[in-house]
């Protein structure tokens, strides 16, 4: 989530103008201008796009950055900021579940959720022990839109 500063400007009885500053957790897509900024982290091209799909009918106004493994990742992450990582879990060299805590690191404040279509009892207990989601792969887009509603509320 982003921390925005915004104002309110109000009317005084005396048609003075003032202004209350406000801040706020601002929600993911609340505002016309906000770009929910992914990067879309699997080994597999095809999973990339569809995850790319996933991700633009779940939020039309994202921007979407792709990474083949775990090193391109943690470099593109060193590069640019991002709001979401969806994060395949088995990657050949680094997997998911490896590259989640060096992501985090860079990134302390975004949303990370990997992706697996095989989500077992020892996955869901590292994830969980990562504090990160899951999701099963495919992404479903109205899935990966109620976990970051609940993320945001």
Known sequence: MTVVNYWLLGVHDHDDII???LWGLIKIGELFSMTLKVLLVD???TARML???AVKQAVPDS???QAAN???AIEIAKSQAFDLFLIDVNMPGM????????????????????VTANIQPAIQAEVAALGVGVIGKPINPDKLKDYLDSCRA
């Open 19 to 21: 202004s209350i500053g």
């Open 43 to 45: 080994d597999s091209i």
């Open 51 to 53: 995850g790319g799909v």
């Open 63 to 65: 921007e979407i950055a």
């Open 70 to 72: 775990g090193d391109e």
């Open 95 to 114: 997997n998911g579940l490896e590259l989640c805590p060096h992501l985090q690191a860079i990134s302390p404040d975004s949303i990370f959720i990997v």
